[in-house]
């Protein structure tokens, strides 16, 4: 998925956003979001992909800053926020109807992905985010493909391509579900700190190596850049039967390479912006489960 002029106002807030994480003396929040813009006005241009161009802005925000992980409180606090709502998703999720319960579990990982500080502003309300996705529907419902294919004795392994930090919490619960249907899922996180994307630190409080292998991409890509990634997350993304991908990066990174996969590809997110929506076909704020 290619950028639109549009994705520049989301960039540039994002920029502004980690500075403010970063440092509350305001010269030297000037210092890095000039400097920064410096470098977005090299990347950003209408065959730029909205993920890959993010990873270019902030490894470069982090190298002038000194500062490795701009989001780390941000994302402690995704996670706490997430850990305070895991009761109520296992509750809402708790049906006999299996497509149901699937389709709610789903829904439960969307509600997940809106606790997310680089689609939305650090200031918005997340925990009414939560609770209105959780009460929500999907726009777009390709759980009876889903089921179809958990069902299918062929597909073996899943790659399950996790997002943010705090969401990763509620990944937990999908992926007790696919594993009712015996299947080996590899996880995998962020190698290193970007944005407020999920590493294996995150991936440890979510528990998630206690039902899952966990692997990293090896580097600190928003979303999948192929290329950049490392060994065992090609050997991996190689032998997997079918894949899962959480939130707008990976949907907007992974849509480059999909004339490349010969798999199946489930896109699971909310739409949080008008790109998106438009590259999709559904609204701003609609939720999500694409089968491509």
């Given amino acids: 998925m290619k950028i639109k002029p549009e994705c520049a106002i989301c960039i540039i807030r994002q920029v502004v956003d980690a500075a403010n994480e970063i440092t509350d003396d305001e010269r030297e929040q000037f ?16 065959s730029a992909v909205p993920a890959w161009m993010g990873t270019v802005v902030h ?35 708790n049906t006999d109807d299996e497509l149901e319960r699937l389709r709610k579990k789903v ?8 606790i997310d500080f680089g689609a939305y502003s650090t200031g918005i309300n997340i925990e009414k985010l939560i609770e209105d996705t959780l009460n929500g529907e999907l726009k777009i419902d390709n759980s009876r493909k889903l089921l179809n294919d958990l069902k299918d004795k062929n597909i073996k392994k899943i790659l399950y391509i996790c997002d943010n930090a705090g969401e990763i919490i509620f990944d937990r ?30 991936a440890k409080i979510a528990k998630i190596d206690e039902i899952a292998k966990v692997i990293t991409t090896g580097s600190d890509i928003i979303g999948i850049i192929l290329e950049e990634c490392s060994e065992e997350f090609l050997k991996e993304f190689e032998s997997a039967d079918l894949i899962i991908a959480k939130g707008m990066g990976n ?6 390479y999909e004339d490349k996969i010969d ?12 790109p998106v929506a438009e590259n999709i076909g559904v609204d701003v704020g609609d939720n999500v489960l694409l089968k491509r």
């Fill in 31 to 46: 210092r890095l979001i000039k400097s920064t813009m410096e470098v977005i006005k090299d990347v950003y241009g209408e």
């Fill in 173 to 202: 619960v999908l992926m007790e579900e696919i594993k009712k249907y015996d299947k080996d899922i590899v996880a995998v996180v962020k190698g290193k700190p970007i944005l407020n994307d999920a590493t294996l630190e995150d």
């Fill in 263 to 274: 798999k199946p590809i489930y896109y699971i997110l909310k739409a949080k912006c008008k």
């Fill in 59 to 93: 490894r470069y925000l982090k190298k002038i800053s000194n500062n490795n992980d701009p989001y780390k409180n941000l994302k402690e606090k995704a996670n706490k926020i997430a850990l305070q709502y895991l009761d109520k998703v296992r509750e809402m999720s």
């Fill in 251 to 256: 949907y907007e990174s992974l849509t480059e």
């Fill in 107 to 114: 829904l439960a990982t969307i509600a997940g992905n809106v």
